[in-house]
């Protein structure tokens, strides 16, 4: 069995259940200022760069930490990892507690910054 197989069968479930939209979708939504786009990478690669905007909320924590940050399930959020399976799966999870308008970001950081688009420290 390949290395990651189990993890790479996880995402490729929550994918069948979940929105994928692109870095530059994302983009558009961050500018008409409505979304919430939330990294689920650790803080340690937090810390190497992230998307102006984002909130960090670990794969780890972000299901403890979203009810209190975004008590309203209507609040369109965007989740983004390091390369989009950690992100499937949280928007997923978040979807599974009540949150209707969650997507996540195809490709993940590496997308967003293969695109060209702005990275912060």
């Keep these: 069995m390949a290395e990651h197989a189990r993890f790479e ?7 069948k259940s979940i ?3 692109s870095p530059q979708e994302t983009a558009a939504a961050l500018k008409r ?8 990478r650790d803080a340690d690669e937090w810390r190497e760069g992230h998307i102006p905007g984002a909130k960090n909320f670990s ?3 972000v299901e403890l930490e979203i009810e209190e940050a975004v008590p309203d399930l209507s609040t369109p959020i965007i989740t983004h990892c390091g390369g989009g399976g950690r992100s499937a799966l949280a928007a997923e999870s978040l979807q599974r507690m ?3 308008n ?3 970001m195809a490709g993940g950081f590496k ?3 293969a695109a060209g688009l702005p990275v912060t420290k």
Excluded at 9 to 15: P, R, Y
Excluded at 33 to 40: C, E, H, N, R, S
């Design 59 to 61: 794969r780890g924590t």
């Design 111 to 113: 997308a967003w910054k």
């Design 98 to 100: 009540g949150y209707k």
């Design 9 to 15: 069968i996880l995402v490729f479930d929550a994918k």
């Design 33 to 40: 200022g409505d979304t919430l786009l939330i990294d689920v």
């Design 19 to 21: 929105q994928e939209i």
């Design 102 to 104: 969650v997507q996540s």
